[in-house]
Nanobody, 121 residues
Framework: QVQLVEAGGGLVQAGGSLRLSCAAS????????MGWYRQAPGNQRELVAT???????KYADTVKGRFTISRDNAKNTVYLQMNSLKPEDTAVYYC???????????????WGQGTKVTVSS
């Protein structure tokens, strides 16, 4: 029905940068919120950043000032620019599309398959 395709993960040294992207496709009428979560081994999945269709943006305290979320509503795509990466940013990063209204009027949340980010010290 709706697919989220992520790209941009990889291995980077501490202090480096990566840019993640996530494109949503399928039977989409509108997407209220798009964002990124991450899960490190042994930890619960946690919020990294989310962005509404307008100006609303929220960041985890641990990434404020280093990560920037942006969104292209026309392309149903969300980006995460990650700068000054730290080893503790190592995790699988998951794209989320929240409160997606599909054709037919139903509303769902969707998740991507995850992309791995590894930051070496």
């Amino acid at each position: 029905q709706v697919q989220l395709v992520e790209a941009g993960g990889g291995l980077v040294q501490a202090g480096g940068s990566l840019r993640l992207s996530c494109a949503a496709s399928g039977s989409i009428f509108s997407i209220n919120v798009m964002g990124w979560y991450r899960q490190a081994p042994g930890n619960q999945r946690e919020l990294v950043a989310t962005k509404g269709s307008g100006a609303y943006t929220k960041y985890a305290d641990t990434v404020k000032g280093r990560f920037t979320i942006s969104r292209d509503n026309a392309k149903n795509t969300v980006y995460l620019q990650m700068n000054s990466l730290k080893p503790e940013d190592t995790a699988v990063y998951y794209c989320n599309a929240g409160r997606v209204v599909v054709h037919g009027g139903s509303m769902y949340d969707f998740w991507g398959q995850g992309t791995k980010v590894t930051v070496s010290s």
